[in-house]
């Protein structure tokens, strides 16, 4: 991580973003509730050998992290958060193609964004895909329980009710990080997580740069049918599981070689 975070006025937020390294631009795309532009907890996506090819772009999702939002639900649905990732990169990249890696909400915003702007990415590395289509709905219903029990008791009573971690993160991660998400804001964006759903299969088949999808055992919110349904239906991509810590601290080195590639 270099520095403190530059900001940019997106769409009427002001977003956080880092650079770091040097070459062909990569963006990272964090999931929900996590952030990119502060300090990082140890954890499964660490990108920082990325930094002695690529030109490194953090960046924190609207409301998250040191990025501002509002509390309107619709702003945080994963088509608008995608609309405010390409206007970052047009401000931080310019015309060049770059490569995306995205995490659950990051990864369904690199999809839209791709999916808006055919020609924009050169690479999509799209990993632990969220729940989509039929698995989605007891996931929609725990977004909208989880803002109502932050509004009824607070954000302690929410982090209190977060479910374990993924086997496949047993010594990797010791415990749930907290939301970097304001109170006053976490409601609305957990509502605007229930809101939104992954592109429509005839979307989907339309991307047409090279993807990697990564995917990991045992997590009800980012099932292995999600990865397994993309795999199939972007014409192309490339799909890798893990079912072991191991397996998982290798995505690092696996996304570097596809990136060079």
Not at 133 to 145: E, I, K, L, M
Request: aromatic share 6%.
């Amino acid at each position: 991580m270099t520095g403190a975070p530059h900001y940019s006025t997106v769409r009427g937020a002001r977003l956080a973003w880092t650079e770091s390294g040097s070459g062909p631009p990569v963006v990272w795309a964090h999931g929900l509730t996590a952030s990119a532009t502060g300090a990082q907890p140890p954890g499964p996506f660490d990108w920082s050998r990325l930094e002695a090819e690529q030109r490194l772009i953090r960046y924190d999702a609207r409301a998250h992290g040191n990025s501002t939002g509002e509390a309107t639900p619709e702003q945080y649905t994963w088509p608008e958060l995608a609309l405010d990732l390409l206007a970052l990169l047009d401000e931080t990249a310019g015309t060049d193609q770059v490569s995306g890696i995205g995490a659950s909400m990051g990864t369904a915003t690199l999809l839209y964004a791709a999916v808006a702007r055919p020609g924009r990415f050169r690479r999509l590395v799209l990993a632990t895909p969220p729940t989509a289509g039929q698995t989605r709905a007891r996931h929609v219903a725990g977004y909208r329980d989880g803002a109502a029990l932050i509004e009824r008791e607070g954000m302690a009573a929410f982090q209190a009710a977060a479910g374990p971690l993924p086997p496949v993160l047993t010594g990797i991660v010791q415990s749930p990080s907290p939301p970097s998400v304001p109170g006053s804001l976490l409601p609305s964006v957990l509502r605007g997580a229930a809101l939104s759903d992954l592109p429509p299969a005839t979307a989907l088949a339309g991307i047409d740069v090279p993807v990697l999808v990564l995917a990991w055992s045992g997590d009800d919110g980012h099932p292995l049918s999600s990865a397994r349904s993309l795999a199939e239906t972007v014409p192309g991509a490339r799909l890798m599981t893990a079912d072991t810590p191991g397996q998982v601290l290798r995505w690092p080195g696996v996304v570097a070689e596809f990136l060079r590639d």
